[in-house]
């Protein structure tokens, strides 16, 4: 026995099989590229053609219950041998047949080699202990990759020698792996430990018992779609890239792979994550991410005529090929993890009857590989609607998500057990022992494997100074890193529409410059009319499962700007919609602000926000920087589509703007998934909330945040067209991504300020300096002088910054100066973190009416003044309700921030447990 638990001769039985199914599987997908050859040759219809691609896949499904049961009573050496070798002869016949009957009976035969899978698990899992048989079948199942040899060198090899050759080749390839195979490698140690103990093998009937299990066959439905349809897009992905794109056989092959390579290495990888974190966690990703995948690739193209006021408005969408592409590789890669996912319980639940049960569910998956390309073919017949498979596997994925979330939920509460002891798979329930229990959520699990669910963090107390010393700020700063990281991506793609419409013009986009100027005030609407209800979503969701999915959602405008900007004529109502949709960036800040507040302690509370804040609205400097530069560079080559040409002559790539956030966006939503805790005090119903609107300070509130965060957000949306009209002969872009830094930098670095001296102090301060910085912006714009009004904007972006802080720090301290003295504990705490929310919704909305208050100004004056001098008023009016209601003798925090005795600290009691 190995150290590691493995058998003796593991690793050579693990690669020998592994190569060994890997020339099966090009075998067993050989039609998929001869068949273009015999499709033109015998003038084939699409279903027949459909039938010939399948029938190997039905044989070598059909076969792999039998053969897993002969693979536990004689052992899968001999067995994967033979079977090799029959294949092998098979597949030599098809190059000698004449008619369509002859080829399927040849295919029939050629079947064979797929019904190998079940020998190799069978074979492979013997050698493995249980924590190790996850990985082990992964890297076996990756052999999966022989579709993609096919596709690589079949096509060369058809198109120089003829269809013939290629099975002749394959054939020959295939025996000689059988020789190799049988001679480098020995039998599993089960039946040598029986032959040596003289114990007969259980006889065939009972090796099928297992199957009376009902969880066994919803196994099976995973499987059909994670593998049948991972085999079926293999066979159908070369026709369609014919049809559909107009490809040759060779190109057609080479991209067919770009999906089966990925569906198949990365296998391996699913057989780890199901070792670490468990089947259902991978099962979950795996169906949701490849629901979204087939709903995408199901659109068929279509072309849309509005009938607007000034005439029709026509525009077409459809998925250009590179973007096809890149969905398929996305769609096989889950469907790797999941194809590892399915396999990793087999010989966990079932160990002496490995064969049998992974017979039947690799015999249903096989099945899916025959059933749904013939019904490709009909549905293509039926509705002459190329995109229909898809939408097939959308309806059948669905399916499978949904049976499988219904089964937990209903083993879990028909179990009556902690969900975090149940096994696994809790439909597996029935048949589990302890030692297949899945570990909870102590750190004391199994060596090597990671708690299968993160449950919400119970005993959470900041106030405890030795609680948090010691777990607290830890988690507390994790949280927080991440969530600023995520949060700077929002700012960035709330923002990209700053920098996009000021350079649409140039490169084709015949827009008004008060249709640019709603395109750069409609992100704010959108985000600040979101962020009413992100701010809510945290205490109902949990702050993890809720930064993931709105971190997430930013693929959508990523993709989408990517897209549109590459064709001048795309309508203005595709930029309205797409500006719209850049609001879920905008609307992440409310529930990121909210998420962090109940992790930090009150002395800490206004730094925590600060950072957080500070350093994700440097998401839009950030943005303001890199993007000039992005465009002006072909980043992503081929994949990122043709550039364009300015009226300058100069050469850009404006999607870059989009796709540049595209793997960030990925990695953050990673990170937020596995990173991020939830906290069980912070969970309330939005009644619970909801008391916040019958308090008079939560709308005082939200006046002061829209006087600092809104006058940050609205003139990062606005300065850099208003710059470049009002000063033309300067190339202002270069220089606008200074004001949010140095906004964003001011806030990140001022908070222990409000810490220190008290927020309300600090926020008087900041509007006195907004009102001479706006009195400084109108003087200079009057002067002409750029350099000027730049330095003014500056220092009122410092202002704003400062202020952005300082008004965070008064909320909670208003709210335990108010709410807290007479509510229960905590209370105080979760309505002042909804509050934060709250009013940072609607202090976005200045993001919206700044940049549509300088339009409405030059539209009607000629000038921006009217719109300044109405900034500078409503400034006078923050400052006075500063100094009225709370800084004055008498003022809520006049005593507060004076450092008078304070109130004792409120604390959240600790539920019984902890995580």
């Given at each position: 026995?190995?150290?590691?638990?493995?058998?003796?001769?593991?690793?050579?039985?693990?690669?020998?099989?592994?190569?060994?199914?890997?020339?099966?599987?090009?075998?067993?997908?050989?039609?998929?590229?001869?068949?273009?050859?015999?499709?033109?040759?015998?003038?084939?219809?699409?279903?027949?053609?459909?039938?010939?691609?399948?029938?190997?896949?039905?044989?070598?499904?059909?076969?792999?219950?039998?053969?897993?049961?002969?693979?536990?009573?004689?052992?899968?050496?001999?067995?994967?041998?033979?079977?090799?070798?029959?294949?092998?002869?098979?597949?030599?016949?098809?190059?000698?047949?004449?008619?369509?009957?002859?080829?399927?009976?040849?295919?029939?035969?050629?079947?064979?080699?797929?019904?190998?899978?079940?020998?190799?698990?069978?074979?492979?899992?013997?050698?493995?202990?249980?924590?190790?048989?996850?990985?082990?079948?992964?890297?076996?199942?990756?052999?999966?990759?022989?579709?993609?040899?096919?596709?690589?060198?079949?096509?060369?090899?058809?198109?120089?020698?003829?269809?013939?050759?290629?099975?002749?080749?394959?054939?020959?390839?295939?025996?000689?792996?059988?020789?190799?195979?049988?001679?480098?490698?020995?039998?599993?140690?089960?039946?040598?430990?029986?032959?040596?103990?003289?114990?007969?093998?259980?006889?065939?009937?009972?090796?099928?018992?297992?199957?009376?299990?009902?969880?066994?066959?919803?196994?099976?439905?995973?499987?059909?779609?994670?593998?049948?349809?991972?085999?079926?897009?293999?066979?159908?992905?070369?026709?369609?890239?014919?049809?559909?794109?107009?490809?040759?056989?060779?190109?057609?092959?080479?991209?067919?792979?770009?999906?089966?390579?990925?569906?198949s290495l990365f296998r391996i990888y699913g057989g780890r994550l199901s070792d670490r974190y468990g089947a259902r966690k991978v099962l979950y990703w795996t169906f949701g991410v490849s629901a979204l995948c087939t709903f995408m690739l199901s659109y068929p193209p279509t072309d849309y005529v509005i009938h607007g006021v000034e005439g029709p408005i026509a525009f077409s969408t459809?998925?250009?090929?590179?973007?096809?592409?890149?969905?398929?590789?996305?769609?096989?890669?889950?469907?790797?993890?999941?194809?590892?996912?399915?396999?990793?319980?087999?010989?966990?639940?079932?160990?002496?009857?490995?064969?049998?049960?992974?017979?039947?569910?690799?015999?249903?998956?096989?099945?899916?590989?025959?059933?749904?390309?013939?019904?490709?073919?009909?549905?293509?017949?039926?509705?002459?609607?190329?995109?229909?498979?898809?939408?097939?596997?959308?309806?059948?994925?669905?399916?499978?998500?949904?049976?499988?979330?219904?089964?937990?939920?209903?083993?879990?509460?028909?179990?009556?057990?902690?969900?975090?002891?149940?096994?696994?798979?809790?439909?597996?329930?029935?048949?589990?022992?302890?030692?297949?229990?899945?570990?909870?959520?102590?750190?004391?699990?199994?060596?090597?494997?990671?708690?299968?669910?993160?449950?919400?963090?119970?005993?959470?107390?900041?106030?405890?100074?030795?609680?948090?010393?010691?777990?607290?700020?830890?988690?507390?700063?994790?949280?927080?890193?991440?969530?600023?990281?995520?949060?700077?991506?929002?700012?960035?793609?709330?923002?990209?529409?700053?920098?996009?419409?000021?350079?649409?013009?140039?490169?084709?986009?015949?827009?008004?410059?008060?249709?640019?100027?709603?395109?750069?005030?409609?992100?704010?609407?959108?985000?600040?009319?979101?962020?009413?209800?992100?701010?809510?979503?945290?205490?109902?969701?949990?702050?993890?499962?809720?930064?993931?999915?709105?971190?997430?959602?930013?693929?959508?405008?990523?993709?989408?700007?990517?897209?549109?900007?590459?064709?001048?004529?795309?309508?203005?109502?595709?930029?309205?919609?797409?500006?719209?949709?850049?609001?879920?960036?905008?609307?992440?800040?409310?529930?990121?602000?909210?998420?962090?507040?109940?992790?930090?302690?009150?002395?800490?509370?206004?730094?925590?926000?600060?950072?957080?804040?500070?350093?994700?609205?440097?998401?839009?400097?950030?943005?303001?920087?890199?993007?000039?530069?992005?465009?002006?560079?072909?980043?992503?080559?081929?994949?990122?589509?043709?550039?364009?040409?300015?009226?300058?002559?100069?050469?850009?790539?404006?999607?870059?703007?989009?796709?540049?956030?595209?793997?960030?966006?990925?990695?953050?939503?990673?990170?937020?998934?596995?990173?991020?805790?939830?906290?069980?005090?912070?969970?309330?119903?939005?009644?619970?909330?909801?008391?916040?609107?019958?308090?008079?300070?939560?709308?005082?509130?939200?006046?002061?945040?829209?006087?600092?965060?809104?006058?940050?957000?609205?003139?990062?949306?606005?300065?850099?067209?208003?710059?470049?009209?009002?000063?033309?002969?300067?190339?202002?872009?270069?220089?606008?991504?200074?004001?949010?830094?140095?906004?964003?930098?001011?806030?990140?670095?001022?908070?222990?300020?409000?810490?220190?001296?008290?927020?309300?102090?600090?926020?008087?301060?900041?509007?006195?300096?907004?009102?001479?910085?706006?009195?400084?912006?109108?003087?200079?714009?009057?002067?002409?002088?750029?350099?000027?009004?730049?330095?003014?904007?500056?220092?009122?972006?410092?202002?704003?910054?400062?202020g952005n802080a300082s008004t965070f720090q008064m909320i909670p301290a208003i709210w335990r100066e108010t709410v807290g003295r007479t509510t229960a504990p905590g209370v105080a705490d979760r309505e002042a973190a909804a509050v934060i929310g709250f009013t940072s919704a609607i202090a976005a909305f200045g993001a919206f009416f700044i940049p549509k208050a300088y339009g409405a100004s030059i539209a009607g004056t000629g000038a921006a003044d009217a719109a300044l001098w109405?900034?500078?008023?409503?400034?006078?009016?923050?400052?006075?309700?500063?100094?009225?209601?709370?800084?004055?003798?008498?003022?809520?925090?006049?005593?507060?921030?004076?450092?008078?005795?304070?109130?004792?600290?409120?604390?959240?009691?600790?539920?019984?447990?902890?995580?």
């Amino acid at each position: 026995m190995a150290a590691d638990g493995s058998a003796p001769g593991a690793a050579r039985a693990l690669w020998a099989s592994t190569l060994a199914f890997t020339v099966c599987f090009a075998v067993w997908t050989i039609f998929s590229i001869i068949g273009l050859g015999l499709k033109a040759e015998l003038g084939l219809t699409e279903t027949q053609f459909g039938l010939l691609v399948g029938t190997p896949v039905l044989t070598g499904s059909l076969i792999r219950l039998v053969l897993g049961i002969w693979s536990d009573q004689i052992g899968g050496r001999r067995v994967f041998a033979v079977v090799m070798a029959l294949a092998a002869i098979a597949t030599f016949l098809v190059s000698r047949a004449e008619t369509y009957p002859q080829l399927l009976a040849a295919a029939l035969g050629v079947g064979l080699a797929g019904g190998a899978f079940a020998v190799g698990v069978s074979y492979v899992s013997r050698f493995y202990p249980r924590e190790r048989q996850g990985a082990a079948l992964g890297v076996f199942g990756a052999g999966n990759v022989g579709a993609a040899v096919t596709k690589f060198l079949a096509p060369f090899v058809m198109v120089a020698f003829g269809w013939e050759a290629v099975a002749q080749i394959w054939a020959g390839v295939l025996l000689l792996t059988a020789v190799l195979f049988f001679v480098s490698t020995k039998e599993d140690p089960d039946l040598a430990r029986r032959r040596s103990a003289g114990v007969k093998p259980e006889p065939f009937l009972a090796q099928l018992k297992p199957l009376a299990n009902i969880q066994v066959w919803r196994f099976a439905l995973y499987y059909f779609f994670v593998f049948g349809a991972f085999v079926a897009l293999a066979l159908w992905l070369p026709r369609y890239l014919v049809g559909v794109y107009g490809l040759d056989v060779k190109a057609a092959g080479m991209l067919a792979a770009f999906y089966s390579v990925p569906a198949s290495l990365f296998r391996i990888y699913g057989g780890r994550l199901s070792d670490r974190y468990g089947a259902r966690k991978v099962l979950y990703w795996t169906f949701g991410v490849s629901a979204l995948c087939t709903f995408m690739l199901s659109y068929p193209p279509t072309d849309y005529v509005i009938h607007g006021v000034e005439g029709p408005i026509a525009f077409s969408t459809s998925m250009g090929l590179v973007p096809f592409v890149v969905t398929i590789f996305v769609l096989g890669f889950f469907m790797s993890l999941g194809k590892a996912a399915v396999f990793k319980h087999i010989p966990v639940y079932y160990p002496q009857h490995v064969g049998a049960v992974g017979g039947v569910v690799g015999m249903v998956g096989g099945l899916g590989g025959f059933v749904l390309p013939l019904v490709f073919g009909v549905l293509n017949d039926l509705t002459g609607v190329w995109t229909s498979c898809f939408f097939l596997l959308f309806l059948l994925v669905g399916t499978a998500l949904a049976w499988m979330h219904i089964a937990v939920r209903r083993m879990e509460v028909r179990s009556g057990a902690a969900p975090a002891s149940l096994p696994e798979l809790p439909e597996m329930e029935p048949i589990h022992d302890p030692a297949h229990v899945g570990p909870g959520p102590q750190p004391v699990a199994a060596e090597g494997v990671a708690p299968l669910r993160r449950p919400p963090i119970t005993e959470w107390r900041p106030e405890d100074p030795a609680f948090w010393r010691a777990a607290g700020r830890p988690v507390a700063r994790r949280n927080l890193w991440i969530s600023t990281y995520c949060l700077l991506l929002a700012f960035a793609v709330w923002m990209v529409w700053s920098v996009v419409v000021a350079r649409l013009p140039a490169v084709g986009f015949r827009f008004t410059p008060d249709q640019l100027f709603w395109l750069a005030a409609l992100p704010g609407l959108s985000g600040a009319t979101l962020r009413i209800f992100y701010a809510f979503l945290v205490p109902i969701f949990g702050g993890r499962l809720w930064t993931t999915l709105s971190t997430a959602s930013l693929l959508v405008p990523a993709f989408g700007i990517g897209y549109a900007v590459q064709d001048p004529g795309t309508p203005y109502l595709i930029f309205v919609v797409l500006a719209l949709l850049c609001g879920l960036g905008g609307g992440n800040f409310a529930s990121s602000m909210a998420n962090i507040s109940f992790f930090f302690p009150k002395a800490e509370k206004g730094s925590a926000l600060a950072l957080n804040a500070g350093l994700g609205n440097l998401g839009v400097s950030i943005m303001q920087f890199v993007v000039p530069i992005a465009v002006t560079l072909a980043l992503f080559g081929a994949l990122g589509g043709e550039g364009q040409t300015t009226g300058a002559g100069e050469r850009v790539w404006m999607q870059n703007a989009g796709f540049l956030w595209v793997p960030f966006i990925m990695a953050g939503s990673v990170l937020a998934w596995f990173g991020m805790d939830d906290l069980a005090s912070a969970r309330a119903s939005f009644a619970e909330q909801a008391t916040i609107f019958q308090r008079l300070h939560t709308w005082l509130m939200c006046w002061l945040y829209t006087g600092t965060f809104g006058s940050f957000i609205g003139f990062s949306a606005g300065f850099p067209l208003l710059a470049k009209l009002a000063f033309p002969e300067v190339d202002s872009l270069r220089y606008v991504f200074l004001g949010p830094l140095v906004g964003a930098a001011s806030r990140a670095g001022t908070g222990w300020l409000a810490d220190r001296y008290g927020g309300g102090r600090i926020t008087l301060v900041v509007f006195l300096g907004m009102i001479a910085a706006v009195a400084g912006m109108i003087w200079f714009l009057h002067a002409g002088s750029f350099w000027g009004f730049f330095g003014m904007v500056m220092l009122l972006f410092f202002f704003s910054g400062v202020g952005n802080a300082s008004t965070f720090q008064m909320i909670p301290a208003i709210w335990r100066e108010t709410v807290g003295r007479t509510t229960a504990p905590g209370v105080a705490d979760r309505e002042a973190a909804a509050v934060i929310g709250f009013t940072s919704a609607i202090a976005a909305f200045g993001a919206f009416f700044i940049p549509k208050a300088y339009g409405a100004s030059i539209a009607g004056t000629g000038a921006a003044d009217a719109a300044l001098w109405g900034f500078l008023g409503f400034y006078v009016t923050c400052a006075v309700l500063t100094f009225a209601v709370y800084i004055r003798p008498g003022g809520l925090l006049h005593d507060v921030e004076r450092r008078r005795p304070p109130v004792p600290p409120m604390t959240v009691p600790a539920p019984e447990g902890s995580r």
